[in-house]
């Protein structure tokens, strides 16, 4: 679990933007407020273990599009992560300077990982240079991440899986919709491209019926959920009943609409097994009907109690049914160009907790917007 997130100058976020997510945490505000930015921050981190930093860095359409800048000159990144681990928590930080627009290097990078038993690994390096470490000592270079070189290292070894299982969904039914080749990657990827590999395994488990009993609420005939194969490719097949005929039939993903596919890709993700340590969802309620939010919150809630999970929402029902009581709520707005994220306090949240006002009205009525962020001031 990440208990404190601190990002300066990634994309549109401004300088030293703190948060402290929660089990479930809501991030709310308008259009180009920076939400996504937010969220794709873990993906960035993860990426940037897992592939590396260029490929991360490349990924993203190249330095230039990955820190903030003004008047032509660019501000060095900095992404700082305190985490709880399974068996103990771990510190982690690095910062990203260059001189030019599209130059870059590493100035600094930060890890101290803990067990039950005090530290079992640290490391600190400036540059191409090891100020201290705990271990051997790869060679690293500016452009590249000292921790993917410790990854191996059983030290490092409990940070790496943490940040390498952290995932951001960004569901598309159009992918989804597609026969797909088997693919043994997990866990599910960020657009569903190996979404049926992993449904199929789902299938066979106790949580299928927690996806079908999903997918009937939200469509009322879903009956049943299976994976077939044809040519080569995995077909993901769902059975429906059919009132002309009063029998069920198997029909295949192309032939369900978009809101039934994003709801199958979503509530499969938060199902997948083992857990992810973090879960991040844009905007859950896209294309689907209001009146299933409220089931879509509750998979969310009940995902939170195995993994962290983190969405963007501009959805007022979406924002109607979430608990205020354990929920974190952050709104994310954008003032003079720099992204800014500040957690709702309780005292704010007293007039829903006392049923004088439902959240999604505050949201709307911008109140929510205006009470924190009356006091930002240009850097």
């Known amino acids: 679990m990440i208990t404190e997130l601190t990002i300066s100058n990634y994309?549109?976020?401004?300088?030293?933007?703190?948060?402290?997510?929660?089990r479930l945490s809501i991030l709310i505000g308008p259009n180009g407020s920076g939400k996504s930015n937010i969220l794709d921050v873990l993906s960035f981190v993860r990426d940037a273990v897992t592939l590396g930093l260029p490929a991360a860095i490349t990924n993203r359409g190249g330095i230039d599009s990955v820190r903030r800048r003004?008047?032509?000159?660019?501000?060095?990144?900095?992404?700082?992560?305190?985490?709880?681990?399974?068996?103990?928590?771990a510190d982690y930080s690095f910062e990203i300077t260059g001189d030019r627009l599209e130059e870059y290097r590493v100035k600094s990078e930060k890890a101290v990982v803990y067990?039950?038993?005090?530290?079992?690994?640290?490391?600190?390096?400036?540059?191409?240079?090891?100020?201290?470490?705990?271990?051997?000592?790869?060679?690293?270079?500016?452009?590249?991440?000292?921790?993917?070189?410790?990854?191996?290292?059983?030290?490092?070894?409990?940070?790496v899986d943490f940040l390498s299982q952290i995932t951001v969904y960004a569901i598309f039914p159009d992918t989804l919709r597609k026969a797909q080749r088997f693919d043994p990657a997990r866990p599910m990827k960020r657009h569903g491209e190996n979404?049926?590999?992993?449904?199929?395994?789902?299938?066979?488990?106790?949580?299928?019926?927690?996806?079908?009993?999903?997918?009937?609420?939200?469509?009322?005939?879903?009956?049943?959920?299976?994976?077939?194969?044809?040519?080569?490719?995995?077909?993901?097949?769902?059975?429906?009943?059919?009132?002309?005929?009063?029998?069920?039939?198997?029909?295949?993903?192309d032939q369900q609409s978009d809101g039934?596919?994003?709801?199958?890709?979503?509530?499969?993700?938060?199902?997948q097994n083992p857990p992810l340590p973090v879960i991040g969802i844009e905007e859950p309620e896209l294309t689907v009907h209001p009146g299933a939010l409220p089931m879509i919150y509750d998979y969310l809630r009940q995902a939170s109690e195995v993994s962290q999970v983190i969405i963007t929402t501009h959805s007022p029902i979406m924002l109607d049914v979430v608990d205020v009581n354990r929920d974190a709520i952050f709104v994310v707005n954008r003032v003079e160009g720099k992204t800014d994220i500040k957690q709702v306090t309780d005292e704010q949240l007293q007039?829903?907790?006392?049923?004088?006002?439902?959240?999604?009205?505050?949201?709307?009525?911008?109140?929510?917007?205006l009470s924190l962020f009356d006091d930002l001031t240009e850097d």
Do not use: C
Request: hydrophobic letters at 40%.
């Open 11 to 22: 994309r549109s976020v401004g300088p030293n933007v703190t948060i402290r997510p929660g």
């Open 70 to 89: 003004s008047h032509g000159h660019p501000f060095n990144v900095y992404i700082g992560l305190k985490v709880k681990l399974k068996n103990g928590y």
């Open 115 to 159: 067990s039950d038993r005090g530290i079992i690994g640290e490391f600190y390096r400036e540059g191409q240079e090891w100020i201290k470490v705990t271990g051997a000592k790869p060679r690293i270079d500016e452009e590249s991440l000292a921790l993917t070189a410790l990854g191996g290292a059983t030290n490092y070894k409990p940070l």
């Open 195 to 253: 979404w049926v590999s992993i449904l199929r395994e789902l299938a066979r488990e106790p949580a299928k019926d927690d996806l079908i009993t999903g997918l009937h609420k939200l469509t009322g005939d879903i009956k049943d959920v299976r994976v077939t194969s044809a040519a080569g490719y995995l077909v993901a097949e769902f059975k429906q009943s059919t009132k002309a005929r009063k029998s069920k039939r198997w029909f295949a993903a």
């Open 260 to 271: 039934t596919l994003r709801v199958a890709g979503l509530l499969t993700a938060l199902l």
């Open 351 to 369: 007039p829903v907790r006392q049923s004088l006002l439902r959240l999604g009205d505050m949201f709307v009525s911008g109140e929510l917007q």
